[in-house]
């Protein structure tokens, strides 16, 4: 396993969730980690990615402002932090890894997490 994702879960309206993407050695050096959603019926959307070697990120217009990626290169592992939690924010996150920095399209990335389902209830 090269991208594990974790940290899902059912949570209420208003509350925060911290998302986990672990990466292999490989991926998590030379490789920008991004974070995008799926919802029921919908197409895949791009949230953030945190940029390899440039400690810069990059939002989707939709994510700025609730939510946040961050880096911890001890622990291979790249978070997604999402606050004051929405019904429509239900969806499965998934983490996947790109050669391309600031990059928000899904052909660009070549290694995808398995995903974690996030339910918002209201």
């Known amino acids: 396993v090269q991208l594990q994702a974790s940290g899902g879960g059912s949570v209420q309206a208003g509350g925060s969730l911290k998302l986990s993407c672990a990466a292999s050695?490989?991926?998590?050096?030379?490789?920008?980690i991004g974070w995008f959603r799926q919802a029921p019926g919908k197409d895949r959307e791009f949230l953030a990615v945190?940029?390899?070697?440039?400690?810069?990120?990059y939002y989707a217009d939709s994510a700025k402002g609730r939510f946040t990626i961050s880096r911890d290169n001890a622990a291979n592992t790249v978070y997604l932090r999402i606050n004051n939690l929405k019904p429509e924010d239900t969806a499965v996150y998934f983490c996947?890894?790109?050669?391309?920095?600031?990059?928000?399209?899904?052909?660009?990335?070549?290694?995808w997490g398995q995903g974690t389902q996030v339910t918002v209830s209201s």
């Open positions: 996947a890894a790109s050669l391309f920095n600031s990059n928000s399209e899904e052909d660009r990335y070549d290694y």
């Open positions: 050695r490989n991926l998590f050096s030379g490789y920008a």
């Open positions: 945190d940029n390899w070697n440039e400690d810069t990120r």
